[in-house]
């Protein structure tokens, strides 16, 4: 049973414009939604978090919209640049007590092309 | 410089044989994950560890196995029971506590492959 569902697959975007990718959930004991970001051959790194009592978050390009009642949340890149090619994943952490470990979409391969 | 080191970059495995990644992380964290991860899978937790001396299994445990006998360190050793090991793993540690701050750092990874 996936617990994330992330969509789209592959995203093809022109430099300058914006990336949106969307994630899913159905665990309400999700408290914590951050995204990540990486390139290949390297690990996963950190780009931006939300919890669920905020709408939206943004970081420079990269903003988190959140929508708790329909249990999705999504990412948008502003400004899209080549450097900005890269696999991002969701993911999202249960809240349960002493329990820290993330579950994670499946990610999206993002190219932005010159 | 604060991290988690993961090494080595590339394993290569016979079939049959145990083989064991190595985690070290000097971010003094409590808690010691390990992910697999296959394309168009994303990351699976296979163990993870919230405290030295104890560790629990995550969704795709079976073929592998870990030891916490110290803070800073998490091996991970796969074994011959596990029939499709070929993959990238992925070690990472994280902060105690549930506040917002409490994010996941990421090793850059192992490559295994079976020969």
């Known amino acids: 049973q996936q617990q994330v569902k992330q969509s789209p697959q592959s995203l093809i975007v022109q430099k300058g414009g914006i990336s949106i990718i969307n994630c899913a959930y159905e665990n309400t004991a999700f408290d914590y939604f951050p995204w990540y970001q990486q390139f290949p051959g390297k690990g996963p790194a950190l780009l931006i978090a939300i919890r669920p009592d905020v709408s939206e978050k943004k970081e420079g390009r990269f903003t988190i919209s959140f929508n708790k009642s329909a249990k999705q949340f999504s990412l948008h890149i502003m400004d899209s640049q080549p450097g900005d090619s890269a696999t991002y994943f969701c993911?999202?952490?249960?809240?349960?007590?002493?329990?820290?470990?993330?579950?994670f979409g499946k990610g999206t391969k993002l190219s932005v092309i010159p | 410089d604060g991290g988690i080191t993961q090494s080595p970059k590339y394993l290569f495995r016979k079939e049959g044989q145990n083989v064991t990644l190595s985690c070290e992380q000097n971010?003094?964290?409590?808690?010691m994950y390990w992910y697999r991860q296959d394309p168009g899978q994303g990351l699976r937790l296979i163990y993870y560890?919230?405290?030295?001396?104890?560790?629990q299994k995550g969704d795709i445990a079976e073929g592998y196995s870990v030891s916490r006998e110290k803070k800073e360190s998490f091996p991970l050793t796969v074994t011959s029971a596990q029939k499709n090991p070929t993959a990238f793993y992925l070690c990472?540690?994280?902060?105690?506590?549930?506040?917002?701050?409490?994010?996941?750092?990421f090793g850059q990874g192992t490559r295994l492959t079976v020969v």
């Open positions: 971010l003094n964290h409590d808690a």
């Open positions: 993911a999202a952490r249960h809240s349960g007590a002493g329990s820290y470990q993330l579950t």
């Open positions: 560890s919230q405290i030295v001396n104890d560790f």
């Open positions: 990472a540690s994280s902060p105690p506590g549930q506040g917002v701050n409490t994010e996941a750092f």
